[in-house]
């Protein structure tokens, strides 16, 4: 019906037709500033991995002696043909996901890949399809979103580097010029991967948590294209080749659970409240209370205490809101051991809203009007949970602590999973340079050495084989050596004095542990014999 001026109030807006507006170019300069932390666009591109169905995802770090060239992350995904990649690269293309996906907004490839670097390139195989790949770059979007070819041979090539993971199916997103690798200064690639790495693990362990436990691999490696060392074609834990080169950093991602407790730290939680929604109907809100000076990772290790208490918010499994109290309370530390786990609806409605980052999500009031109905099965209000978390924190700010005497923390070449145990039972020194291991050549007669002066464990390569069954270790291999190594000479580092007892006793130990591992080595002989 047309348009009557003086008529009421229009409860619609009269149109008179329509006309389509494709975006600017100039759009590119709002894609790539999306605000995505490098922990959240490399965790977005794993939820499309995943979603995928991979079960094996490895991020890759690929330097050159002291420059950090590139970033790739390789799934065994099903992987996308012609048509599926430039699909995935068309900026502003919504596609439709599937019940239980990850992906939201069909711009995390993009926006999280460009936000960091100038140059996305996608290589994928599927098992019907021969490799193929797409490269988007910033000049590329600035010259009206132009979305170049890969050469099918180094598609192909790509592809075949990283057979132990993509055998018949699976993508490779590769990021190159990446701002934050552009700016780390000769001589400091070593320190910036290794918080970088740290970061990210964290991030991914946690974000990702439920996944993980459940069998998803991930895998974060280095590799170092310029070491000439031929080409390899798996290595001992990651099961993939890169080229020429050499692996010299490997972790594998572990489930940092933010619920991961053993006793609760109060009798009968974890306990389900059940919260009427008005626009989502009732949700469950699994409260949960931790112990008090928990030393456990997953309380710990995840962040500032007073930003990791409450509501946990989940889609789909995978954690997009770790910690906040959405408007109904302020932080404060008497609740610093209260943490709720949320699985938001799988009907969309109009109570939650998820940011493309997935890093936040914003409730109505209609969430808080319903957080405090929210009762659970025996008609105890949530308010009563709030209350036993803060006597909780109270009770135990009371007990006791034994104080256990700092240490200075294991570094390079141990095992993140041993890094991170003994940061949960042992405290730090601060400002010490964390104790690494490396594998050297030394004469017959030492085990091992120490470097003092640059906190290194030096261990006898020579005897590397009896320690990984004759095949070729990595660089967090032999973790029981090591660790009792570790806790052996951790007092030796940061001393001033030497004293000729304590070198002494590194003589003895030297000599005890030859033995050893002399023995160990005829053992293995005689077995394979």
Known sequence: MPYEPGAGWQYDVPTIGSTRLPPDAGYGKALTNQGYGFEAAVADLIDNSIDAGADEIVVHFLRDADRILTLLIVDNGAGMDDAGLNAAMTVGRLREYGEGALGMYGTGLKSASLSHAQSLTVVSRTRRSRAAGRRLTAEGVADG???????????????????????????????????????????????????????????????????????????????????DVGTPTATHAGGHAAGPGEEVDHISVEPLDPFGYTVPGKAGYPRVFTAPVEGAGDIRLTAHIWSAKSKHAGFRQIGALNERQGFYFYRNDRLVQAGGWNDLRSAEGHLNLARIAVDLPATPNGVFSLDVKKEDVTVTPAFTLGVDKAVDASGTPFQTYLADAETAYRDGAKRTEIVRKPVT??????????????????????????????WASFREDRFFDLDRENN??????????????????????????????????????????????????????????LASVRAQRERRTRSTS
């Open 145 to 227: 979103f132009r979305c170049d070819t890969v050469e099918p041979a180094y598609a192909q090539d790509l592809v075949d580097r990283y057979d132990g993971i993509i055998e018949w199916h699976g993508t490779v997103v590769r990021w190159d010029r990446v701002r934050a690798f552009e700016t780390v200064a000769r001589g400091q690639s070593e320190q910036y991967l290794s918080k970088a790495i740290a970061r990210l693990e964290t991030h991914l362990g946690l974000y990702l948590h439920r996944f993980l436990a459940r069998g998803l691999k991930l895998d974060i490696a280095v590799w170092d294209v310029g070491t």
């Open 409 to 438: 923390a294991p570094g390079k070449g141990l095992d993140p999973r041993i890094r991170r145990t003994v940061k949960e039972e042992l405290p730090e020194k601060p400002g010490e340079e964390p104790i690494a291991f490396t």
């Open 456 to 513: 290194v464990i030096l261990l006898n390569s020579e005897y590397r084989d009896d320690f990984n069954d004759g095949r070729r270790g990595g660089a967090n291999d032999a973790p029981v050596t090591k660790t009792l190594l570790y806790l052996l000479l951790e007092d030796c580092f940061g001393l001033g004095r030497w004293e000729k007892a304590r070198a002494d006793r590194i003589d003895y130990w030297n000599t005890i542990l």
